[in-house]
C-alpha cells in the first residue's frame, strides 16, 4: 500500500494538472465563440459565391475549360486543414485519417499542402509528399490568406504540376460534433452543383463566358478555402474544449479516489498507533 | 418603374453595406460605368476603383479593388474581395505603396512583373484618392 506522503504528492500533481486543463477550456471556449461568430460571417459571401458559380456553370456547360474538363495530370494537391498545436482530441487524427482513408487518395499520385503543423507532421510520418506549408493562416484566418494559398494552387494547376486540387478539413456542426470533410476544388465538378439557380435567368456578361470562368472560379476556390479555415478554427477550438473539459472531470474523479484511499491509509496508521499505545500501557501495568 | 434598387456589398468577413440606393458607380474591365435602377442583368468584373453610392440623402464614397458585381433589374450585389471606407485607409501606407509601385514600375519591363505593379499602383491611388475626399 502507497504511503501517505506518496498519496499526498501524487493528489497535488492531478490537482495542478485538473487546473491546467480547466483553464485551457476556459481559453477554447472564449476562442471558440469568437471564431465562431467569424465563421457565421463568412457565411453571406460564400452563399452569394456558391449561387453565382453555378449559375455560371450552368450557362457555360458547353465551354471545354481546364477548370471544368481538368488538365490531364494525375498529381493530386490535398489541402489539409489541421492546427498548430495539440491537446484537442481526436481533432487533427481524424482529419488524417480521412486522407490516409480515402481510396481516391493514393499515396504516390499525392502532394500534401499542409494548413497545420499537427497534420503536416502526422503525413509526414507516413511517408506523403508535401508541397508548400501554409500553417501559419491557421491561427487566425484572413481572406487575404485564403487568396495567396489559391493563387499557388491556380498556378500550379495551369503549369500542370497538379491535375486536381482537394480540401480537406473539420466542418463545425455544433460545439460538441465535428465532422471531417473532403471537397473537390478544381476542376469543379458541375454535378456537384445542381443549386436551385432558375436556369432561365438571363445572364449577360461584359466579357465573354470563357474569361468570366477564368476570373470567377479563383474567387470561388478563395471563398471556399477562407470558408474552410474559418470553420477548421470553431472546430479546433470546439474539439479542444471539449478534450479538455473530459480531463478536467477525469482529474476530478481522479482526486476523489486518492481523497478516499488517502483516508483510509491516515485512518489505518491512527488505529495502528492506538493499538500499539494501548498494547505498550498493558505491558507496563 | 421604381426609383430606387437594393444594394448589397458582402466583403469575405463581413456585410459591408446594404441598403437602397438610386445610383451605383464603380470601374469594371470596361472602365467607370454607372448604373440606375431597371438596368439589365449583368455580371461585371471589377478593377481597382472608386464606388460611388448614391442613396437618397447624399452619395457615399469607398475604395473597391477586386471582386466582381451582379446586376439585376432591382438589384445590385457586389461581391467584395477588398472594400474599404475611407476612414479604414491607411494613407501613409498607401502612400508608401505608390512610390514603390512607381519604382517597380521604372525598373522592371517584364510584362508579369508590369502587371502586378501597375495594379499596386491603382490600388495605392485609389485609396489616397478615397482617403483624401472624406
Known amino acids: 500500500m502507497a504511503s501517505m506522503t506518496d498519496l499526498k504528492k501524487r493528489k497535488s500533481s492531478i490537482e495542478s494538472t485538473g ?106 510520418h507516413k511517408g506523403y509528399e508535401m508541397g508548400m506549408d501554409f500553417s501559419d493562416s491557421i491561427s487566425a484566418p484572413i481572406y487575404a490568406d485564403a487568396y495567396l494559398i489559391t493563387k499557388m494552387l491556380i498556378n500550379d494547376y495551369r503549369e500542370e504540376k497538379i491535375g486536381e486540387i482537394h480540401l480537406v478539413y473539420s466542418r463545425f456542426v455544433n460545439t460538441v460534433t465535428q465532422e471531417p470533410r473532403s471537397l473537390q476544388l478544381l476542376p469543379v465538378d458541375p454535378k456537384q452543383h445542381t443549386g436551385d439557380v432558375d436556369a432561365n435567368t438571363l445572364m449577360n456578361y461584359e466579357m465573354e463566358e470563357q474569361e468570366a470562368l477564368e476570373e470567377i472560379v479563383p474567387k470561388y476556390i478563395a471563398s471556399l478555402i477562407y470558408g474552410a479555415l474559418s470553420e477548421a478554427l470553431a472546430s479546433e477550438n470546439g474539439a479542444r474544449m471539449q478534450a479538455m473539459d473530459n480531463a478536467t472531470s477525469n482529474a476530478e474523479e481522479m482526486i476523489e479516489d486518492l481523497e478516499l484511499e488517502y483516508n483510509r491509509v491516515r485512518q489505518d496508521s491512527i488505529t495502528q498507533e492506538l493499538t500499539e499505545i494501548i498494547a505498550g500501557a498493558n505491558a507496563i501495568s | 418603374m421604381a426609383d430606387t434598387m437594393h444594394l448589397s456589398i458582402i466583403a469575405p468577413d463581413r456585410i459591408f453595406y446594404e441598403g437602397d440606393v438610386t445610383m451605383v458607380e464603380f470601374r469594371s474591365t470596361d472602365g467607370y460605368r454607372g448604373v440606375y435602377p431597371g438596368h439589365v442583368a449583368e455580371t461585371c468584373i471589377l478593377q481597382p476603383g ?49 512610390e514603390h509601385a512607381q519604382r517597380q514600375l521604372a525598373r522592371y519591363h517584364s510584362d508579369m512583373n508590369l502587371m502586378r505593379a501597375e495594379l499596386a499602383l491603382q490600388r495605392a491611388l485609389v485609396r489616397i484618392d478615397i482617403a483624401g475626399k472624406k
Request: aromatic content about 6%; glycine content about 6%.
Open chain 1, 19 to 124: 487546473q491546467i486543463t480547466k483553464a485551457m477550456k476556459l481559453v477554447s471556449t472564449v476562442k471558440l465563440q469568437k471564431a465562431r461568430q467569424k465563421a457565421e460571417d463568412s457565411k453571406p459571401y460564400f452563399d452569394f459565391m456558391y449561387d453565382t458559380t453555378t449559375s455560371i456553370l450552368k450557362l457555360s456547360e458547353e465551354i471545354r475549360h481546364p477548370f471544368t474538363c481538368g488538365n490531364g495530370c494525375k498529381k493530386k494537391a490535398v489541402v489539409v486543414i489541421t492546427s498548430n498545436r495539440g491537446l484537442a482530441g481526436g481533432y487533427n487524427s481524424n482529419i488524417v485519417r480521412k486522407v490516409t482513408e480515402d481510396p481516391s487518395l493514393d499515396k504516390k499520385d499525392v502532394v500534401i499542402y499542409p494548413v497545420g503543423r499537427k497534420g503536416k507532421e502526422l503525413l509526414m
Open chain 2, 50 to 98: 472608386k464606388l460611388v453610392i448614391h442613396e437618397k440623402e447624399g452619395t457615399k464614397m469607398a475604395a473597391l479593388h477586386s471582386g466582381f458585381l451582379e446586376i439585376s433589374p432591382s438589384e445590385v450585389r457586389v461581391l467584395a474581395e477588398i472594400v474599404e471606407w475611407p476612414e479604414e485607409i491607411d494613407v501613409e501606407r498607401a502612400n508608401k505603396a505608390k
